[in-house]
């Protein structure tokens, strides 16, 4: 197995941290990718991703995995524990459902503001829009009180336990630095579960 990753990017981390928290980094081939320098734009690799986009896991058989969730959901399968997507219906629903909300209310919110506001996003990014950026800013900031409340009365996002839903909210929240912003540093409960989530990851 050949997973094509971009440090820093968000998605790309989303897989390789998964891939972390399994404990399994040694079983797959990782292949760095820089966006910066447009690695993923060369048409050797829009072979593999025909979007442009990383991460990418290509099977031994060769098939191609392009979605940073379905590439988790692979992984889920063939590495088994710990489990991180929820054990049984209940389970994985909340976890799903918490981790859609990261996943569309604020990460999304938050690359929409990035990508048309950032200097360094303007060869990616054309034309960038300063309507959008506001737009974006204002909802991920909104979604970031939101969990801050519910971070104020649960441990862990969803089920009670640590899961793929917590991988996504640490990165996106370490994503956020790039426009000087911390959401866990403005929201005390938010910050609390951050740190705990940062030293799980240095631990392992
Ligand atoms: N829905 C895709 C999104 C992948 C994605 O947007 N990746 C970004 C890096 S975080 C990328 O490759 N960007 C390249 C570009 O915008 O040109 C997934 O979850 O894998």
């Not at 889920?76 to 524990?81: I, K, Q, R, Y």
């Not at 979604?143 to 640590?162: I, N, S, V």
Request: with cysteine; glycine share 4%.
């Amino acid at each position: 197995m050949k997973l094509y990753h971009a440090p820093k990017a968000v998605n790309p981390e989303r897989t390789f941290h998964f891939l972390k928290a399994k404990g399994k980094l040694d079983a797959v081939e990782i292949v760095e990718i820089s966006i910066m320098k447009q690695e993923h734009k060369t048409p050797e690799y829009r072979a593999l991703s025909p979007f442009s986009q990383v991460p990418v896991l290509i099977l031994d058989d060769g098939t191609k995995i392009t979605e940073s969730r379905a590439i988790c959901t692979y992984f889920e399968d063939v590495f088994s524990e710990p489990n991180l997507m929820g054990r049984d219906g209940k389970e994985k629903a909340l976890i799903e459902m918490w981790d859609r909300r990261i996943e569309f209310m604020l990460m999304l919110q938050f690359a929409t503001w990035f990508r048309n506001a950032h200097e360094m996003m303007a060869p990616l990014e054309k034309p960038q829009s300063a309507e959008a950026a506001a737009k974006g800013e204002r909802n991920a900031k909104a979604f970031a009180k939101r969990l801050d409340a519910h971070l104020a009365e649960h441990e862990w996002l969803a089920a009670d336990r640590f899961s793929i839903a917590d991988i996504t909210l640490y990165l996106t929240c370490g994503f956020c630095g790039v426009m000087r912003w911390k959401p866990h540093r403005e929201h005390e409960a938010l910050g609390r579960w951050y740190d705990t989530v940062k030293a799980k990851f240095a631990a392992e």
